[in-house]
């Protein structure tokens, strides 16, 4: 069982920078994959960043890419998200999960465990 804690989101202008960060409990943070996720209004959850058990390997939808940063600290049981000049259309719900195997994945259905969410909402 990980259950897990994201906290970092809030209001934010255009061009701002946050830093996200998702506390795991449990004892199979550092054999898991995690990602962070994202869910607008009316729109389907999408990938935002995937890393490996190691941190070794990312991935990030082309969106984001070059803008945010995923990162994990095994010790910590955390994983983060420095979400850099963020825009509007960044503005969502932004969630953690673990997927409690190896490798990087995209899709919310290989993703075993999700945290509750936090709200950034990105101001023009």
């Known amino acids: 069982q990980v259950q897990l804690v994201e906290s970092g989101g809030e209001l934010v202008q255009a061009g701002g920078s946050l830093r996200l960060s998702c506390a795991a409990s449990?004892?199979?943070?550092?054999?898991?994959?995690m990602g962070w996720f994202r869910q607008a209004p009316g729109k389907e959850r999408e990938l935002v960043a995937a890393?490996?058990?190691?941190?070794?390997?990312?991935n990030y939808a082309p969106s984001v890419k070059g803008r945010f940063t995923i990162s994990r600290d095994n010790a910590k049981n955390t994983v983060y998200l420095q979400m850099n000049n963020l825009k509007p259309e960044d503005t969502a719900v932004y969630y953690c999960?673990?997927?409690?195997?190896?490798?990087?994945?995209?899709?919310?259905?290989?993703?075993?465990?999700w945290g509750q969410g936090t709200q950034v909402t990105v101001s023009s």
């Open positions: 890393i490996s058990r190691s941190g070794g390997r990312t």
């Open positions: 999960a673990a997927a409690t195997r190896g490798g990087t994945y995209s899709r919310p259905s290989e993703y075993d465990y």
């Open positions: 449990g004892r199979t943070f550092s054999s898991s994959a």
